[in-house]
């Protein structure tokens, strides 16, 4: 087991968004997380790259270990977030920086690398998801597409174990999706451990390893895509998958 979940509670005010999420990911697997809105993927992802702090939980990734209801200290957070790296929806890019400087940040600022050592790299990663021509484009130069991809390669310079998407194409026109989603199937083919929140049921059906379907701040149901497609067991899950697969 690469990342494990037990017990994870995320309160906002009153409102708890987590209702104790138990969550398994071997690793080189993709796992896609599925649900309508507010019912706490986001939330969730989140909390694996402890961008939230929920207040219960623990989380293992290998031989680390961070137990939520004891504070954490700026270490265990740091070393967190060096396990994993987040492609966001609104891909977060620094808009004075070019391409090449995005995906260069990271490894420069944090992990201390040689500038033309980052360089090199960076382009090998822009070169990976089709973008080498793009290096020193600024992202008003881009289309989303361009600039998520620019998202993903800057998420693989950091070097880490675990990829996180959250909801990776939902800001983006239909057209532009396939490039984003070829790019994150090459990196499943290459065996990257990877946690998809998204909307994109047919990535899921021939990509993921498992698919999770959360409804309100809990994990409804999970299980091999080629089951929880064709026989989901819960009613909500039925009742979900009908509403997204045939909306009319």
């Known amino acids: 087991m690469y990342v494990e979940a037990k017990g994870v509670h995320k309160k906002f005010g009153e409102n708890e968004v987590l209702k104790g999420i138990d969550l398994e990911v071997e690793k080189g697997s993709v796992t896609v997380i599925i649900g309508p809105s507010g019912s706490g993927k986001t939330t969730f992802l989140r909390s694996l790259n402890a961008l939230e702090i929920p207040e219960e939980g623990v989380v293992r990734f290998d031989d680390l270990a961070v137990d939520f209801s004891k504070k954490l200290t700026k270490k265990q957070i740091a070393d967190v977030r060096r396990e994993s790296s987040m492609v966001f929806q609104s891909y977060n890019l620094f808009p004075h920086k070019t391409a090449l400087e995005n995906v260069m940040e990271g490894p420069v600022q944090v992990l ?128 979900f998958l009908e509403r997204i697969l045939d909306p009319i």
Request: charged share 30%.
């Open 112 to 239: 201390k690398m040689d500038k033309e050592a980052a360089r090199l790299e960076a382009l090998a990663l822009l070169k990976k998801v089709n973008l080498e021509a793009q290096a020193n484009q600024y992202p008003y130069e881009l289309s989303g597409g361009q600039q998520q991809r620019v998202g993903i390669a800057r998420a693989l310079a950091m070097k880490p174990k675990l990829l996180l998407f959250d909801e990776p194409t939902s800001a983006l026109d239909p057209e532009l999706v396939g490039d984003v989603l070829r790019v994150m199937k090459e990196l499943a083919a290459e065996g990257w451990t990877m946690v998809v929140v998204t909307h994109e049921l047919k990535f899921a059906e021939h990509v993921a390893h498992k698919v999770v379907f959360m409804d309100g701040g809990v994990v409804v149901e999970q299980g091999d895509p080629s089951e929880f497609f064709k026989n989901p067991k819960e009613p909500r899950t039925k009742q």
